[in-house]
C-alpha cells in the first residue's frame, strides 16, 4: 500500500526550515528519500534502516519511526536549490527484490 | 563516467502501436527496475528484474512486457493492450537485491499517444 506523504505541497523562503513526512499503514524495513527536479531524474537523498537512527548530511536530515511507521526529512535554512518534488519510497520486512513503493511527493517551493 | 542511459528523450507513437524504451547501465548493477510516473502520483512499480533472464511484475505490470537477455540492458515494451500509455517512464538500477540499496534513475523518457 502507497505511503502517505504530507504536506503535498510547500512553499518557503529561503533560509526556512520544512519538515515533510511519510507515514504507512504497514510494518517498514527501510525508508528511501528521492528528490526530484521538474522533468529530471530523480536523484537519492538517503536511506534509514529499522533502528530510529537519523542520518543526513548538511542541513538535510531524517529520521525513522519503527514503531509509529514513519519517516521524516527535515529540510534546515532552505536554499533555492531545495526546490523540487520529494518523494519516499517504503520497503517492508520479508520484502523480495527490493521493491520500493513511493508516496505521492510532496512538493516543495523555495522563493528568494 | 557510470550511469543509466534511456532513450528516446521523447516518444510519440499512435494508438495501436507497440513501442520499445531503452534503459542501458554501465554500472554493473545486478538489479533494475522500470516505474511510471503520472502527475500527481508518484512513481509506480511495473517490472523489475534481480538477475539476467529473470524479472517479476511490479504494480501496474499490464499491457507492458520487459527482457533482461543482458546485465546491463532492460528494455521496456509498451504495447498496445495498455489502455493509457502516455506518461513518463523511468528505469533505475540498483547494486544488488536488498532495499538498503539506493536506486540510481535514467533521465526518463516522456512518451505521448496521439
Known amino acids: 500500500q502507497q505511503p502517505v506523504q504530507s504536506p503535498q505541497a510547500v512553499i518557503l523562503r529561503e533560509g526556512e526550515d520544512a519538515v515533510i513526512n511519510c507515514s504507512s499503514s504497514?510494518?517498514?524495513?527501510?525508508v528511501h528519500w528521492y528528490r526530484q527536479k521538474h522533468g529530471e531524474a530523480p536523484v537519492f537523498l538517503m536511506i534509514?534502516?529499522?533502528?530510529?537512527e537519523q542520518k543526513g548530511h548538511e542541513k538535510i536530515s531524517a529520521s525513522f519511526n519503527e514503531k509509529k511507521q514513519q519517516s521524516s526529512l527535515y529540510l534546515t535554512a532552505s536554499q533555492l536549490s531545495y526546490s523540487g518534488t520529494y518523494f519516499c519510497?517504503?520497503?517492508?520486512?520479508?520484502?523480495?527484490?527490493?521493491?520500493?513503493?513511493f508516496g505521492q511527493g510532496t512538493e516543495l517551493s523555495v522563493k528568494p | 563516467d557510470g550511469g543509466i542511459t534511456q532513450s528516446p528523450k521523447y516518444l510519440f507513437r499512435k494508438e495501436g502501436q507497440n513501442v520499445t524504451l531503452s534503459c542501458e547501465q554501465n554500472?554493473?548493477?545486478?538489479?533494475m527496475y522500470w516505474y511510471r510516473q503520472d502527475p500527481g502520483q508518484g512513481l509506480r512499480l511495473i517490472y523489475y528484474s534481480q538477475i539476467v533472464n529473470d524479472f517479476q511484475k511490479g504494480d501496474i505490470a499490464e499491457g507492458y512486457s520487459v527482457s533482461r537477455e543482458k546485465k546491463e540492458s532492460f528494455p521496456l515494451t509498451v504495447t498496445s493492450a495498455q489502455k493509457n500509455p502516455t506518461a513518463f517512464y523511468l528505469c533505475a538500477s540498483s547494486i544488488g537485491q536488498g532495499a538498503n540499496n539506493e536506486q540510481f534513475f535514467g533521465p526518463g523518457t516522456r512518451l505521448t499517444v496521439l
Open positions: 519510497g517504503t520497503d517492508q520486512p520479508y520484502n523480495q527484490g527490493g521493491k520500493l513503493i
Open positions: 534509514l534502516l529499522k533502528g530510529g
Open positions: 554500472l554493473n548493477h545486478d538489479a
Open positions: 504497514k510494518a517498514l524495513y527501510s
